[in-house]
């Protein structure tokens, strides 16, 4: 693992702005017999975001990918924790060791998050330009002349018409679509290098989920920061991505260049789920579906966590957990197929009902 904390200054102008490794979310899972079981909720997840890049993390819920997300900013809700030997590094820092003030001047700062939904993350008795003009009083040394001006200019930029009146009212006053801008708004405002945003369409209409993705990718473009955003929706990735990681049961099991996942998945998890998405033209009357769903931490099938729902399953899958394998340039999966690529072919080729 390459991190800024090297010496080389070239290597540390090409370390990732974010750098993952071995991470591991455990909650207490206690029985009577034994109140000391835990059990693994994020297990020996790794990845890298570059400066500027734009990274996909999907999967169902429940597979990981928003606990994922919240240890990014060290906020795991109790009695949830990141187990030791797990490593987060952003931008040089590491976020698990770093004391409450420097990850209070990061948060916000350098790195910001968008939730899902913006009104139970918005304060319902301030206004929304008073929420937006808190994060420039905390971080800079603005009067509040310039901090009330740079607020009503950012909601301008994310697109908020007659911005001034807007910034005055209160969240409840305010459109889902509207208030998700003012979230995303308070993101920015800091120009952070890193905003994570977690499923930040799913409350909305599809006309403004469109827009809202179209805001994120032209903020991205203009202000060159990297994107991290967590979705179950694959037609979300290929609009947004240009890397993709695909979480199941707390696990990476497929990582790749967004064209290399949509052209040539490896695997059958990823596979499922491309299978899923609607198709204009498809005039079959329903959708292809993984069946089943993705089981608790606490109940994991033996060997491969895909094994119970997957249709390639044999019997090496019941025995062994498959490790994540490189499978092409930047490209990684983990399955056993991909060391018995017979199989692969022997199923792809099989007559089905
Ligand atoms: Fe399916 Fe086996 Fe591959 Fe797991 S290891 S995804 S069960 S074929």
């Known amino acids: 693992m390459t991190t800024a904390a090297t010496c080389d200054p070239t290597t540390a102008r090409e370390a990732p702005l974010l750098d993952v490794h071995a991470l591991q979310i455990v909650f207490p899972a206690g029985t009577r017999a034994d ?46 924790r990141i187990a030791s030997g797990s490593r987060i590094v952003f931008d040089g820092d590491d976020i698990l060791t770093l004391d409450r003030e420097r990850l209070r001047a990061i948060r916000g700062q350098h790195m910001a998050m968008i939730f899902q939904e913006p009104m139970t993350a918005l304060n319902p008795v301030l206004s929304v330009g008073e929420q937006i003009a808190e994060v420039l009083r905390v971080h800079t040394t603005l009067s509040r002349a310039d901090r009330w001006a740079r607020t009503v200019a950012m909601l301008t930029q994310v697109g908020i018409a007659d911005a001034a009146t ?83 049961a707390g696990r990476v099991v497929e990582e790749a260049p967004v064209q290399a996942l949509f052209a040539a998945p490896r695997h059958p998890y990823t596979k499922g789920l491309l299978a899923a998405i609607p198709r204009l033209g498809d005039d079959s009357d329903r959708l292809l579906t993984i069946s089943g ?54 199923w792809a080729e099989a007559p089905r009902a």
Do not use: N, W
């Open 35 to 80: 109140p000391s079981l835990e059990a693994y909720a994020v297990d020996g997840v790794s990845f890298t975001v570059a400066r500027g890049e734009s990274v996909c993390v999907v999967g169902e819920s429940g597979c990981g990918k928003s606990l994922t997300a919240l240890s990014l900013l060290r906020l795991v809700p109790p009695p949830g």
């Open 166 to 248: 807007r910034a005055k009212q209160y969240p409840h006053e305010l459109s889902g679509g509207m208030r998700q801008r003012v979230m995303i708004a308070m993101a920015l405002i800091m120009s952070p290098k890193l905003v994570i945003a977690d499923e930040p369409t799913t409350a909305l209409d599809v006309t403004i989920q469109a827009q809202i993705l179209e805001l994120l990718r032209d903020l991205r473009a203009r202000t060159g920061m990297a994107l991290l955003l967590i979705t179950h929706d694959l037609g979300v990735v290929a609009e947004m991505a240009s890397r993709v990681i695909v979480m199941y």
């Open 293 to 346: 769903s993705v089981p608790p931490p606490t109940a994991l099938p033996s060997g491969c966590a895909f094994r119970d729902r997957c249709p390639q399953a044999f019997a090496r899958c019941a025995t062994e957990e498959p490790a994540l394998v490189s499978v092409g340039s930047a490209h990684r999966a983990r399955c056993h197929l991909i060391d018995e690529p017979q199989r692969e072919t022997a």
